[in-house]
Structure formats: C-alpha cells, structure tokens
C-alpha cells in the first residue's frame, strides 16, 4: 500500500504557475505509475497528466498540453505537476494517484490509491 500527500495548492491570479508536490509513502514508489487528476464541484474527476514508473513516458490531457508538466523523482517519492499559464478554468482539487497497471492510462478506475487532494484556485 502507499499513501500519498499532496501540496503546492493555493490562490493564484490568471498567467500565474504553480507547482504541485505529492510525496509518496509506503511501497517501493517506482512501482507505480503516477497520475493527477482534478475534479471541480458538480463534475467528474478528470486525468490531467500521467507518468510512468521511469518517468520517461508521460500523458497530457489536451486542456493542459504545453502549459503543464509532469515528472517524478523516485529517489525522493514524489512527483510534481508544474503549471503555467493558468487559467480560471484551472481552478479545482488536484489529486495525486498511483497504480500499477501497464502503460500510462488516463481513466480512474486504473488508480488504486489517492490522495487527499489540494485546491487550485485561478482568479481573472
């Protein structure tokens, strides 16, 4: 099992950045692939970006796509989400999230453990 915690969240004005930590515990944490996903209130929680075990292969939801990045430092636990650009659309709970499925893959029901998440909050 691994637990997962997330940080970085806050408020931040439109074309800000901001970066995402998720500090892994538990289980070897190169096992897993790892994901964020976000979710707002109302809606599905939706993948934003994957990474896989090596870091080497990564997968961007296309309302991210040159604006966020994903890595994962395996000798500290964690991965990161840096974003740039934000917009108010960007605005949600951010949840880190691993699994150990083969790949990269983007729906949530490959993810077996979670975070608590940490709010994004993008002001006009």
């Known amino acids: 099992q691994v637990q997962l915690i997330e940080s970085g969240g806050r408020l931040v004005q439109a074309g800000d950045s901001l970066r995402l930590s998720c500090a892994a515990s538990g289980r070897t944490f190169s096992m897993y692939v790892m994901g964020w996903f976000r979710q707002t209130p109302g809606k599905e929680r939706e993948c934003v970006a994957v990474v896989s075990r090596s870091g080497i292969s990564t997968y961007y939801s296309d309302f991210v796509k040159g604006r966020f990045t994903i890595s994962r430092d395996n000798a500290e636990n964690t991965v990161y989400l840096q974003m740039n650009s934000l917009k108010p659309e960007d605005t949600a709970n951010y949840y880190c999230?691993?699994?150990?499925?083969?790949?990269?893959?983007?729906?949530?029901?490959?993810?077996?453990?979670w975070g608590q998440g940490t709010q994004v909050t993008v002001s006009s």
């Open positions: 999230a691993a699994s150990t499925y083969v790949g990269i893959p983007s729906r949530r029901s490959a993810y077996d453990y």
